[in-house]
C-alpha cells in the first residue's frame, strides 16, 4: 500500500523591516519596534538634537528576524557631566572645566576653619570641590563655582 506523505519546507523566519525612527520621540520609537516584533536596546549620549528623541539606530533600513535587538541612541540634550577636579590646582581646573564645555564662575577661598578635616587632605591653593559637583550631568556652558584651600 502507498501513502502520500505531505511536506512542508520551511523559508526559515520571517523577516520584517525595521522601522527607521530616527529623529522621533524615544518612547514613540520603543513602541513602533516593539509592536514590529524587535527588542529594543536603549542607549543615551549628549547631542544637539533634542533631549528624548532618538539620535540614530542600529541597525536600520534592513530586515531582521522578529526578536533581534535594536539599538536606539537617546539624546540627553546638549548635556555634559562635570569633571573631577579636587586635588588640582586652579589652572588645571579651569582647563578640565572648560574642555568640559562649561566655565569657571566663581572660586570660593574657604579656610580650615570651613574646610575642617578636608583641611589637613589639600594643600593651599587645591581645589576641594565643586558645584555642581563632579559626576553631574548639566547643561554645556553651564558655569561652576570651585571650592579652593585658602592660602
Known sequence: ASSIVTLTLSLGPELVDVPDVQRTRASDAQNLLAA?????????????IS??????????????????AVTIVVSIGNKVVVPEITGMSEAEARARIEAAGLF?????????DKLGDLCNQ??????????????????RGTGVTLGQRAP
Do not use: H, M, W
Open 51 to 68: 533631549e528624548g528623541f532618538v539620535i540614530r539606530q542600529d541597525p536600520v533600513n534592513v530586515k531582521l528576524p522578529r526578536g533581534q
Open 122 to 139: 589639600f594643600g593651599p591653593g587645591q581645589i576641594v570641590s565643586s558645584e555642581p559637583r563632579p559626576g553631574t550631568r548639566v547643561e
Open 104 to 112: 569657571v564662575s566663581f572660586v570660593d577661598q574657604q579656610g580650615c
Open 36 to 48: 514590529a516584533g524587535f527588542q529594543v536596546q536603549v542607549q543615551e549620549e549628549a547631542s544637539t
